[in-house]
């Protein structure tokens, strides 16, 4: 099992590369769902406190991201849809 911390990298890392990816991809809440289906096979394995965290750090990045006006909308979007499905895991 990797530890709680590496699954925020690599999580981190999906979801930023799904946001730069949305402007020219028509197809990103599909792979949005498989990147929630695994977070939440990996969200099962972990104790409730490394859980808690990596959703909490998660949510603050895409927070952020949502809110940058940098970002296309399409990408804000994207960021957004990943925020709210995250904070629906129980």
């Given at each position: 099992?990797?530890?709680?911390?590496?699954?925020?990298?690599?999580?981190?890392?999906?979801?930023?590369?799904?946001?730069?990816?949305?402007?020219?991809?028509?197809?990103w809440p599909l792979a949005l769902d498989a990147i929630i289906a695994a977070l939440r096979g990996d969200l099962a394995e972990l104790d409730a406190a490394n859980a808690r965290w990596l959703k909490d750090e998660l949510c603050e990045q895409l927070e952020f991201g949502a809110s940058d006006m940098t970002n296309p909308g399409a990408a804000?979007?994207?960021?957004?849809?990943?925020?709210?499905?995250?904070?629906?895991?129980?």
């Open positions: 099992m990797r530890s709680a911390r590496d699954l925020y990298g690599h999580y981190r890392s999906l979801l930023f590369g799904l946001a730069r990816s949305a402007p020219t991809n028509a197809n804000r979007e994207a960021f957004r849809a990943a925020l709210k499905r995250i904070e629906t895991i129980s």
